[in-house]
């Protein structure tokens, strides 16, 4: 069974850069579709990007041109890199391993979370 764990996060100006990582073990790491997703108070959670193994990628909109997700399959490692933040992009940040049911994103295991916080 994969487990996933998240890295990174912190305390950013609006403006700065973040970049998030994310070691998966336990299970074959190109079996996944890697995600993450954030979750801001009071607010539902969201699916902030994706990536196949072969290295398709899809972001949500608010953060496209923004965000950047990548993975090194040989470090079993996905990575979230975020530049130009904004105070909405506050959350705790979630890493996933899943696959895909019915063309949409499946998450299997989560990790922990990791706080964001974009604030002058």
């Known amino acids: 069974q994969v487990q996933v764990v998240e890295s990174g996060g912190g305390l950013v100006q609006p403006g700065g850069s973040l970049r998030l990582s994310c070691v998966a073990s336990?299970?074959?790491?190109?079996?996944?579709?890697m995600g993450w997703y954030r979750q801001a108070p009071g607010k539902q959670r969201e699916l902030v990007a994706t990536?196949?193994?072969?290295?398709?990628?899809t972001y949500l909109d608010s953060v496209k041109g923004r965000f950047t997700i990548s993975r090194d399959n040989a470090k079993s490692t996905v990575y979230l890199q975020m530049n130009s933040l904004k105070p909405e992009d506050t959350a705790v940040y979630y890493c996933?391993?899943?696959?895909?049911?019915?063309?949409?994103?499946?998450?299997?295991?989560w990790g922990q979370g990791t706080q964001v916080t974009v604030s002058s």
């Open positions: 336990g299970s074959i790491f190109g079996l996944f579709v």
């Open positions: 990536i196949t193994n072969g290295g398709r990628t």
């Open positions: 996933t391993a899943g696959g895909t049911a019915r063309g949409s994103y499946a998450p299997g295991a």
